[in-house]
């Protein structure tokens, strides 16, 4: 059964510094790895989608690496902004069926 | 485009009576729809894929009875909260799969449901 870890579980961050969340995995057999971000009350943005045979998405000041062999993924965004306040999820995509299994999310604080 | 829309937003309901939430795919038409639910600061687990035409298949400790599942069109699918009580209560999350590429799901914006 596919298990995804997300560390931290929440980060508070001065403005300006670089945000780095981590994402592991316990099966390495994946279609691909999403990255989302949630606001509170609010439903998932898609920020990123790594298929399994890529090994790093870049959009803006957003950089997602994948490294399916030891079951990691890692979002970078840079230059960190207080907009960038919300919680961050990891999702995984099986090989076989369309299930998606979610990290337990990062919690992200920007402070001005 | 890929715009997944959830109605309603929010609801308050009394125990014992059932509540409908729709979700609907905007611009595609989605085979494939997904439920999830989500408790406070947790992440969202899987309830049912829902797919269109067919019984909806569970995931496992989901009741059947409970959460009922229709997809009778490739726009909409519905989740009926059969005599809703308070644990009931949570935020509801659909997806829709955009068919081909990636089979990449959107997801509707959320349903607060509030049981007295």
């Known amino acids: 059964k596919q298990e995804v870890t997300q560390i931290p579980a929440a980060l508070s961050v001065p403005e300006g510094e670089n945000l780095v969340l981590n994402c592991s995995f316990t099966?390495?057999?994946?279609?691909?790895l999403q990255w989302f971000r949630q606001d509170p009350g609010k439903g998932l943005t898609s920020l990123l989608l790594?298929?399994?045979?890529?090994r790093e998405q870049t959009s803006g000041r957003l950089n997602a690496s994948l490294d399916k062999s030891s079951g990691r993924s890692t979002l970078y965004i840079a230059a960190s902004q207080p907009g960038d306040s919300a919680t961050y999820l990891c999702?995984?995509?099986?090989?076989?069926?369309?299930?998606?299994?979610f990290g337990g999310g990062t919690r992200v604080l920007v402070k001005p | 485009g890929a715009v997944v829309s959830q109605h309603p937003s929010r609801v308050i309901c009394k125990s014992g009576t059932s509540v409908k939430i729709e979700c609907r795919s905007l611009d595609f038409q989605a085979t494939t729809m997904f439920w999830y639910r989500q408790f406070p600061k947790q992440s969202l687990m899987l309830m049912a894929t829902?797919?269109?035409?067919?019984?909806?298949?569970?995931e496992q400790g989901v009741e059947k009875d409970k959460f009922l599942i229709n997809h009778a069109s490739l726009t909409l699918s519905t989740l009926t909260v059969t005599s809703a009580h308070p644990e009931d209560s949570s935020f509801y999350i659909c997806?829709?799969?955009?068919?081909?590429?990636?089979?990449?799901?959107?997801f509707g914006p959320g349903t607060r449901l509030t049981v007295l």
């Open positions: 099966d390495s057999a994946i279609y691909n």
């Open positions: 790594i298929q399994s045979s890529q």
């Open positions: 997806s829709a799969q955009y068919p081909g590429g990636y089979n990449e799901q959107f």
């Open positions: 999702a995984v995509k099986e090989a076989a069926g369309n299930k998606l299994t």
């Open positions: 829902s797919n269109e035409g067919s019984k909806a298949t569970y």
